[in-house]
């Protein structure tokens, strides 16, 4: 795990893209469960949404669970929200996790 490391919330918020590769941690509070590997969370300390992409299906993690999350910057992410609207959000992949 040495080999993530922790990025300013505020750089992966406005320039995920120039971090795209980095292998960071960060961590957040869950707020949606998209589906067995793809969920949303709040970067600590920040309103800030993140989508995360991990390696394999977890477990036993809900909304409102905090979590540290290891991964790879993969830029940005856009997609509908349930309203319809598009939403972009800062996105790491082949991410892991621990409580």
Same mark, same amino acid.
């Given at each position: 795990?040495?080999?993530? !490391?922790?990025?300013?919330?505020?750089?992966?918020?406005s320039y995920? @893209? !120039?971090?795209?590769?980095? @292998?960071?941690?960060?961590?957040?509070?869950?707020? @949606?469960?998209? =589906?067995? !590997? /793809?969920? !949303?969370?709040?970067? =600590?300390?920040?309103? /800030?949404?993140?989508?995360?992409?991990?390696?394999?299906?977890?477990?036993?993690?809900?909304?409102?669970?905090?979590?540290?999350?290891?991964?790879?910057?993969?830029?940005?992410?856009?997609?509908?929200?349930?309203?319809?609207?598009?939403?972009?959000?800062?996105?790491i992949i082949?991410?892991?996790?621990?409580?």
């Amino acid at each position: 795990m040495a080999s993530y !490391q922790i990025i300013d919330p505020r750089e992966l918020g406005s320039y995920a @893209n !120039q971090h795209i590769g980095e @292998n960071v941690r960060v961590k957040i509070t869950i707020f @949606n469960i998209v =589906d067995g !590997q /793809d969920l !949303q969370g709040l970067i =600590d300390g920040t309103s /800030d949404a993140i989508y995360i992409t991990t390696s394999a299906p977890f477990f036993h993690i809900y909304k409102g669970d905090v979590i540290t999350v290891y991964g790879t910057v993969s830029g940005v992410i856009s997609f509908p929200n349930s309203y319809g609207v598009t939403v972009t959000q800062p996105s790491i992949i082949n991410a892991f996790y621990t409580k």
